[in-house]
């Protein structure tokens, strides 16, 4: 018996820290979800994370509409899968809130090496901030910790809301956070208390640097992969005095808005320039060189696969962009047709 | 003699042409790149301006290329600018090379003193006269580039075959260059003016009307901001901005090219700021309100990291956004900035002043 295929938006959100990709059906209901780290290599994390994507879904058939792409590697990813949008993150995360929660009025995210607030009122985005000048890294710092303090990063959460008087840590710098904890340590005080402490100097940081100046309204939603620390949440309620709200799908909400994005576009079957799963097995080679077409002697990354020059960008002119990708992303490996999931029973 | 001068902008359009109306030799620095800013920043206080940053690496390359005077713009006030001439000397001779400084200190500071500088480069014949007459034409010169500047960030955001603009922005500064005498410069200018225009355009295309403001060497300087205004010209955005070179070594308070009088933009601003606080930290607010008057659908504001004319202004802003309800963002640059971060942003904010216009997200930018 054939049952019909279901209708799909494949998202994918590729970070310096995680990889993630979603499939969300046609009323952005989450049919599967991956979490996985980039380990500095995008390529290789979007390749097996969408082999991983056909493993979870091998017993449906699957039609991708539509593909979207962010992240600080959007650009790369858009052309690898052929994204049908490619968008930064800020907008990503702020369509997969307000998909999720349409109340929200104020969304905390906290990835891996970046900090973001975002500011809506009535559905629409008004205000937001991304921490700059200094990366933060809150998400990478707490995984520094949690391997240094030998906790899995998983379990700092629960040590934390554990703590029933959290150290003061200090918080300006993760460089100063660092040494000011061993010392807390040395001194005796406990591990809890110190986590918790931590918590609530990141807490601090993130209010103080990336908040400063624009208002907090309830309902608050806090998303990325650092919103699974329990720590940071009651952190978070404790410094605001609002609840705050941690979405089901908080680490892969950037995949989530961007598939979202895809969804918008309303594409007709087929119509996608998603390149279909198999680009999992493909090879891509890349390399850079410098223009000299002027003095700023840009560097300009080249994609390759098959020899076959598939994009080249980083110049400030767009000279490279233009002469063979235009609209990057768009980009197809081979014409379009029907992409599925297939049910691979292997 | 061979004479140096960092750059700002196309401010060494004008000064190419009052160098060769005075017959004194300039060293042109090559154009500031990642290089200039490197050697720059290896000689400068970590905690200065990226413009002493770069300032420092035009005046190296220009050295390197055997100028032996440098010129610097002086000035006084609360930003630390004014002080620039005399830091960057002093690094310079630490460094060994040898060389005649001379600060050029505002117009207004006193017509001798000015005169006095231009009297040791070109001496012997050059009265006072003489000098304003050169002055004169070099500026008119000056005025018509800024003007052509202008309309090509009003132009791009329609062209409809990429690259055109800037063609043709390339074409109109060949054709001033070549301009000499005032009617001359004038007739050029508004040929090429004609020539941007003549741009293929589509009219109808709903394009988002931003406004730039901000520390005015960030603003000058498409290096020091990765182009900015050229990138978003090409996401299809109309930009007007708020300081010109011409309008800001101009004696006197008419803003000719940003179209506004000083006394107007200040006006605007002493709601929320009612006094000098150096740079363009006021003329930052001022412009905004403007702006946000004339329906711009947001702003962006350009710093140099640590800038405390514009820190203040940064400040002050998110009573001026709520207030005139107009998103404004907020960009610090040093040479630690990556060019990526930056574009992040800025399309983030052209998605949210896109939502704001009911226009929708998927689409625009990428």
């Not at chain 2, 800001?248 to 009088?261: E, L, M, T």
Request: hydrophobic share 40%; aromatic share 8%.
């Amino acid at each position: 018996m054939d049952i019909p295929a279901k209708t799909g938006y494949l998202g994918i959100d590729v970070g310096s820290v995680s990889t993630n990709l979603v499939i969300l059906d046609e009323h952005a209901n989450v049919l599967a979800a991956i979490y996985r780290r980039t380990q500095g290599q995008p390529i290789k994390a979007v390749q097996e994370g969408l082999r991983e994507l056909t493993d979870l879904l091998a017993d449906q058939e699957i039609e991708v509409r539509g593909v979207g792409a962010t992240g600080s590697a959007r650009h790369l990813t858009g052309i690898i899968v052929g994204a049908d949008v490619v968008k930064n993150e800020i907008t990503a995360h702020a369509v997969a809130a307000s998909q999720v929660l349409p109340d929200v009025n104020t969304v905390l995210e906290i990835g891996g090496q970046d900090s973001k607030l975002i500011v809506l009122r009535d559905g629409i985005v008004t205000d937001f901030a991304m921490n700059s000048v200094c990366a933060a890294g809150t998400g990478s710092f707490l995984d520094h910790q949690s391997a240094r303090l030998g906790i899995p990063i998983e379990d700092f959460g629960t040590y934390a809301v554990r703590s029933e008087s959290p150290a003061h840590i200090a918080g300006r710098c993760s460089v100063f956070a660092e040494s000011d904890m061993i010392h807390k340590q040395q001194v005796g005080i406990v591990v809890e208390d110190i986590i918790y402490g931590l918590c609530h100097a990141l807490v601090r940081n993130y209010l103080n640097n990336l908040a400063k100046g624009k208002e907090i309204k309830s309902p608050v939603v806090f998303q990325g992969g650092v919103a699974a620390n329990a720590g940071m949440k009651r952190a978070f309620e404790d410094a605001l005095e609002i609840e705050v709200t941690v979405p089901v799908h908080h680490n892969v909400m950037g995949a989530i808005g961007s598939a979202i994005l895809a969804m918008e576009l309303e594409l007709e079957p087929g119509e996608t320039s998603f390149n279909s799963f198999d680009v999992s097995d493909l090879v891509y080679e890349t390399s850079t060189f410098n223009c000299n077409g002027c003095s700023n002697t840009c560097e300009i990354v080249r994609i390759k696969v098959d020899g076959k020059t598939l994009a080249r960008w980083g110049g400030r002119c767009g000279k490279w962009e233009n002469e063979d990708s235009p609209g990057a992303g768009k980009k197809r490996l081979r014409a379009g047709g029907k992409t599925r999931i297939k049910a691979s029973v292997r | 003699m061979k004479v140096t001068c960092p750059h700002m902008g196309h401010l060494h359009w004008m000064l190419d042409d009052l160098f060769g109306r005075l017959g004194v030799e300039y060293v042109k620095p090559p154009p500031t790149t990642t290089k200039t800013l490197t050697i720059g920043a290896k000689h400068s206080p970590e905690f200065a301006c990226l413009p002493l940053k770069i300032n420092i690496g035009n005046f190296i390359q220009g050295l390197d290329m055997g100028a032996d005077t440098l010129i610097m713009a002086g000035g006084h006030g609360p930003c630390r600018f004014g002080y620039y001439g005399i830091v960057e000397e002093r690094i310079l001779r630490d460094l060994g090379y040898d060389f005649r400084f001379m600060m050029l200190e505002p117009f207004g500071d006193g017509k001798w003193a000015f005169y006095k500088t231009f009297e040791t480069l070109s001496p012997g014949s050059l009265s006072l006269r003489k000098l304003w007459k050169i002055l004169k034409v070099s500026f008119t010169k000056g005025r018509a580039f800024d003007q052509i500047h202008k309309r090509t960030l009003q132009v791009r955001a329609y062209e409809v075959n990429h690259g055109d603009t800037t063609r043709a922005l390339r074409e109109a500064e060949k054709m001033l260059t070549q301009a000499f005498t005032t009617e001359e410069i004038e007739e050029a200018g508004r040929e090429a003016l004609a020539l941007i225009d003549n741009v293929e355009q589509d009219p109808e295309r709903r394009v988002l009307k931003v406004g730039i403001v901000g520390e005015f060497f960030l603003l000058l300087e498409p290096f020091s901001n990765f182009g900015l205004e050229e990138a978003l010209g090409h996401m299809g955005v109309y930009i007007e901005r708020s300081v010109w070179v011409t309008d800001w070594i101009a004696p006197g308070r008419d803003n000719k090219i940003y179209g506004f009088h000083k006394d107007i933009v200040d006006g605007k601003a002493a709601p929320y700021l009612n006094h000098n606080v150096g740079g363009e930290g006021r003329e930052t607010i001022g412009s905004i309100v403007l702006m946000a008057e004339r329906k711009f659908d947001g702003i962006i504001q350009l710093l140099p990291f640590g800038c405390m004319p514009e820190n203040i202004a940064t400040s002050i802003i998110p009573k001026v956004q709520r207030d005139h309800d107009i998103p404004v963002l907020t960009l610090a640059f040093d040479e630690q900035t990556g060019r990526a971060g930056v574009i992040t942003r800025v399309e983030a904010f052209l998605d949210l002043l896109s939502a704001r216009r009911g226009l929708s997200l998927v689409g625009t930018n990428a």
